[in-house]
């Protein structure tokens, strides 16, 4: 058994999404920041329209803002 819990939720997509868009999770916290006061389904919609994310990656990061909020 590991001694490391594993990452569990939004944040178990963070080094998919890093590596396929090739930007840090800061950076599109930046870019949901950015883009208003929407809400969850506007801020998916907003990856995927104008940064081309896609619907799972989206909407973990969205989930993740949001939770931070």
Same mark, same amino acid.
């Given at each position: =058994?590991?001694? /490391?819990?594993?990452?569990?939720?939004?944040?178990?997509?963070?080094?998919?999404? /890093?590596?396929?868009?090739?930007?840090?999770?800061?950076?599109? =916290?930046?870019v949901l920041q950015k883009a208003g006061?929407?809400?969850? =389904?506007?801020?998916?919609?907003?990856?995927?329209? /104008?940064?081309?994310?896609?619907?799972?990656?989206?909407?973990?990061?969205?989930?993740?803002?949001?939770?931070?909020?």
């Amino acid at each position: =058994m590991s001694a /490391e819990t594993p990452v569990k939720g939004p944040a178990s997509y963070f080094p998919s999404i /890093e590596k396929t868009y090739g930007q840090p999770i800061a950076h599109w =916290m930046d870019v949901l920041q950015k883009a208003g006061p929407l809400k969850h =389904m506007e801020l998916v919609g907003h990856l995927k329209a /104008e940064h081309g994310l896609g619907h799972g990656h989206a909407n973990a990061l969205v989930a993740w803002f949001l939770s931070k909020k």
